[in-house]
C-alpha cells in the first residue's frame, strides 16, 4: 500500500469530515500548550529574534491545522508583553501528505487574520501561514531553516506497511523496526532543517495497555466477524493493518538517544478520552448507541481513506462502521474503557 498516495483525513465539512470529528486531537493540542510556551520562551529569550519560523508536521484539516500556529502567537505575545519587547513576526508552514484538505484550511485563513486583528491589534507582528505538502518522513525545508518544529498526533503514522510476518511476535517486531527507521529519519531531517538551538514539541500516541485502548481491537472483530457471514474476503483481513504504530515510551527514547541529535528537555504522559467532547442531548438519551455513533465518527473521519482503498465498497464500508459503533458501545464503552494515551515530548537540537 503506498500510504502517501492513499492516507488523508476526511476531507470539507461534512458530516463525517475530520473538521467536525477531531476534538480528542483538539485536546490534545490544547494539553500540550504550556511546554509549547515554555519552548517558545527558551527560544525566544536566546537571542531575541526579530522572525520566528516553525513548521507543524502533519497539520491535517479543519480547525486544528491552525490551532497550533494561534497557540503560536498568543504565547509569543504573553512572552514578550511580560519583556516589554515587540514581538517577532511569525511565519508558519503547515506541512501534511499531499491528498490532505489545505483548501478547507486556507479557506479559514481570513477568519483567522480577522481573529488576530481584533484579539491583538496592531501589538503583535505580522504572521504569515504557507502550506509544505509532502511526507515528514523527508526533507522538507533548506538546513538551518526553521526555528521550531510542531508536530501532534502524527508520529504514529508509519511510511509504509510492513509485509506480513508469520507470528504475532513477527508483526510486533516489523512495526517496531517500520517505527525506529521512520522516528529516525524524521530526527535527522528535522536536525538538518532546524538551527543551532532549535526546539520541538512532538505528541504521539504510545503503548499504555492499562489504561488505554486502541480503536483497532474493535475493528478487526467486526471484520473478522463480516469475513465469518461471507460478507468480506478473507484476503482482506491480512491487508487490513493500518499503518500505525503506538511505541512504548521507552522504544520512544532510545530512537532519540541513538539517532543523537537532540536532547529531551521533557517528557510528559496523558490520557484523553474517546467521548471528548460528546455531548448526550435529550434524542441521543434514548439511543444505547449515540456514544459509540460518536467515537465511530471520529474513528471514520481518520480511518476511512485507507479502509475504502482496502474494501473499494462504500456500501461494505458504510456496514463496517455501522457495526462498529456497536461494538466499541458493547465492548468497550459500557466496561468504562476508551482513551487515547499520548506522550508529549519537548526536544532541543544538540549545538
Not at 47 to 69: E, H, K
Not at 260 to 277: K, R
Amino acid at each position: 500500500m503506498e500510504v502517501e498516495q492513499i492516507l488523508h483525513m476526511n476531507g470539507g465539512e461534512g458530516e463525517n469530515s475530520y473538521a467536525n470529528n477531531s476534538l480528542t486531537q483538539k485536546e490534545a493540542i490544547v494539553k500540550a500548550k504550556p511546554l509549547l510556551e515554555q519552548s517558545l520562551n527558551d527560544l525566544y529569550c536566546n537571542g531575541f529574534p526579530d522572525c520566528i519560523t516553525v513548521a507543524d508536521m502533519g497539520c491535517s484539516s479543519g480547525p486544528n491545522a491552525l490551532l497550533p500556529t494561534w497557540e503560536a502567537i498568543d504565547s509569543l505575545d504573553k512572552i514578550c508583553n511580560r519583556l516589554n519587547r515587540k514581538p517577532p513576526v511569525l511565519h508558519s508552514f503547515l506541512n501534511d501528505l499531499p491528498g490532505s484538505d489545505f483548501n478547507t484550511v486556507f479557506k479559514s485563513l481570513p477568519s483567522f487574520y480577522q481573529r488576530l486583528r481584533t484579539e491583538k491589534g496592531h501589538e503583535f507582528g505580522s504572521c504569515f501561514v504557507a502550506a509544505a505538502p509532502g511526507s515528514f518522513h523527508a526533507r522538507l525545508f533548506p538546513p538551518n531553516f526553521l526555528d521550531f518544529v510542531y508536530s501532534s498526533n502524527a508520529l504514529h503514522w508509519l511510511s509504509q506497511i510492513p509485509k506480513e510476518p508469520m507470528s504475532e511476535f513477527d508483526i510486533h517486531r516489523a512495526y517496531l523496526d517500520q517505527f525506529k527507521s521512520d522516528f529516525s529519519a524524521f530526527l535527522k531531517f528535522r536536525s538538518e532543517e532546524l538551527k543551532c538551538g532549535g526546539r520541538m514539541i512532538l505528541t504521539l500516541l504510545y503503548n499504555d495497555s492499562f489504561h488505554a485502548t486502541s480503536p483497532g481491537e474493535p475493528a478487526l472483530l467486526v471484520i473478522k466477524d463480516m469475513i465469518s457471514e461471507g460478507l468480506i474476503e478473507e484476503s482482506k483481513l491480512k491487508s487490513s493493518n493500518f499503518p500505525i504504530y503506538a511505541p512504548y515510551v521507552d522504544e520512544v527514547k532510545q530512537v532519540i538517544e541513538r539517532e543523537g541529535s537532540f536532547d529531551i528537555h521533557q517528557l510528559e504522559t496523558f490520557h484523553v478520552s474517546w467521548l471528548e467532547g460528546f455531548v448526550e442531548n435529550d434524542n441521543e438519551g434514548l439511543d444505547k448507541y449515540a456514544r459509540g455513533k460518536y467515537v465511530t465518527r471520529h474513528v471514520r473521519a481518520v480511518g476511512e481513506s485507507l479502509l475504502s482503498s482496502i474494501c473499494g465498497d462504500d456500501a461494505i464500508v458504510g456496514e463496517i462502521y455501522r457495526r462498529f459503533a456497536i461494538k466499541v458501545t458493547d465492548e468497550i464503552l459500557e466496561k468504562g474503557r476508551g482513551a487515547f494515551a499520548n506522550l508529549l515530548i519537548s526536544l532541543v537540537k544538540k549545538l
